[in-house]
């Protein structure tokens, strides 16, 4: 660091250990200053926990999800089957629920109910196919599932 004249925020470093055995405590440190240790870092929307599960992130993106789902659902009083394939498509799907998908896949079964519980309560908004079952609500919004 000296030699290079390279000046760190050591307040803004974090010291995150992703490993299946015990936790092996050992103590970093950046010019006699101890780094943090942390569970869990967010990285480019992504929350990564030291095990590599994607159980909080998950949950933060669903948290997303209901947020954006209110103010549609506050600005816009009617929506065509149509209108709210796009919407959630553009601003459920592709944002909150399908962004980095590669990086933080679910798999365990729980998760991935999680995630579908997400979609079949974004299609029981569009009023002329609430009352109908998942699979044809799907079928008639010509969406696939999660």
Same mark, same amino acid.
């Given at each position: ?24 405590? %050992? ?19 992504? %929350? ?52 980095? #998908? ?20 974004? %299609?029981?908004?569009?009023? %002329? #196919? ?17």
């Amino acid at each position: 660091m000296d030699i290079w004249l390279l000046r760190l925020n050591i307040g803004n470093c974090k010291v995150a250990s992703y490993d299946r055995r015990p936790q092996i405590y %050992t103590n970093y440190n950046i010019s006699g200053e101890i780094i943090e240790k942390i569970e869990s870092i967010k990285d480019l929307e992504v %929350t990564f926990d030291n095990k590599l599960e994607s159980g909080e992130h998950l949950n933060n993106k669903i948290a997303q999800h209901i947020k954006c789902w209110r103010i549609v659902k506050r600005n816009f009083i009617y929506l065509s089957p149509d209108s709210s394939v796009v919407l959630y498509k553009s601003m459920i799907r592709s944002h909150i629920l399908e962004y980095a #998908v590669s990086v933080w896949n679910p798999h365990h079964q729980s998760l991935i109910e999680k995630l579908e519980k997400v979609q079949k309560r974004a %299609t029981k908004l569009v009023l %002329t #196919v609430k009352k109908l079952c998942y699979e044809e609500r799907l079928r008639k919004l010509k969406l696939a599932t999660l």
